[in-house]
C-alpha cells in the first residue's frame, strides 16, 4: 500500500519563507506531486518532481530525495493568500495503472 | 474555455436515496477520477476510469458505483449502501492515468438529512 505523512498544520508570517514537508512509502513510485486547495474550493496543482533534486517555479519550489523517500514544498515571500491547504500526492504503480494518493493536506495560516 | 465542470454545487439526501453527482470535462483528458474529502482528511480515490467504458475501484469503492459510456463523463452514484455519505466529492482528470498532474472540478457538497 501507500501512505503519505504531512504536518497538519503549519503558520507563519507575511513575507517569510516556509516549508511543508512529506513523507511517503509506496510500493512502486512514480513521482511527487503538490496541489493546493483554499476554503471549499477544488485543488489546483502546483509541481511535480520525478528526480531527485529542486524544481522552481516562482515563489513555490519543490524538492524531492528517493533515497529517502521524503520531499518538501517551499514557499518564499509568504502572501496572505498564500493561506489555504497543500496536499502532497504520488503515484503508484499497480497492475499497469497509475494509483494516485494524496496526503492528509497540511493547512497554511499566514499571519500580517 | 476548457474546464472540468461538475454539478450540483450542493446536494441535499433523504437517507436510503440514491443520489447521481455529475461530472463533465472537456479537457479531451483520457482518465477521469473520483475523490471524496472528509473535513481534516486528504482526498480519498473512490474510482478512476483509465479509458471509456473502463473504470476500476479505488480506496473506498463500498456504496458508490460508476460509469464512463462517453470520455467526457464520469458520472458517480451515491448509493444507499454507503453508510457516511455526507462529504464533499471532487471529480478530476488527467490527460492520461500516467500523468501527474489533475485538473479539478469545484466539488459537490453531499449532504444526507
Known amino acids: 500500500g501507500q501512505s503519505l505523512e504531512q504536518p497538519s498544520e503549519v503558520t507563519a508570517v507575511e513575507g517569510a519563507i516556509v516549508q511543508i514537508n512529506c513523507t511517503y512509502q509506496t510500493s512502486g513510485f512514480y513521482g511527487l506531486s503538490w496541489y493546493q486547495q483554499h476554503d471549499g474550493g477544488a485543488p489546483t496543482f502546483l509541481s511535480y518532481?520525478?528526480?531527485?533534486g529542486l524544481e522552481e517555479t516562482g515563489r513555490f519550489s519543490s524538492f524531492l530525495s528517493r533515497s529517502d523517500s521524503y520531499g518538501y514544498l517551499l514557499l518564499q515571500e509568504l502572501q496572505m493568500k498564500d493561506s489555504a491547504s497543500y496536499f502532497c500526492?504520488?503515484?503508484?504503480?499497480?497492475?499497469?495503472?497509475?494509483?494516485?494518493?494524496f496526503g492528509r493536506g497540511t493547512s497554511l495560516i499566514v499571519h500580517p | 474555455d476548457g474546464g472540468i465542470t461538475q454539478s450540483p454545487k450542493y446536494l441535499f439526501r433523504k437517507e436510503g436515496q440514491n443520489v447521481t453527482l455529475s461530472c463533465e470535462q472537456n479537457l479531451n483528458h483520457d482518465a477521469m477520477y473520483w475523490y471524496r474529502q472528509d473535513p481534516g482528511q486528504g482526498l480519498r480515490l473512490i474510482y478512476y476510469s483509465q479509458i471509456v467504458n473502463d473504470f476500476q475501484k479505488g480506496d473506498i469503492a463500498e456504496g458508490y458505483s460508476v460509469s464512463r459510456e462517453k470520455k467526457e463523463s464520469f458520472p458517480l452514484t451515491v448509493t444507499s449502501a454507503q453508510k457516511n455519505p455526507t462529504a464533499f466529492y471532487l471529480c478530476a482528470s488527467s490527460q492520461a492515468d500516467s500523468y501527474n498532474e489533475q485538473f479539478f472540478g469545484p466539488g459537490t457538497r453531499l449532504t444526507v438529512l
Open positions: 518532481n520525478a528526480l531527485d
Open positions: 500526492a504520488v503515484r503508484d504503480i499497480s497492475g499497469g495503472s497509475y494509483i494516485p494518493t
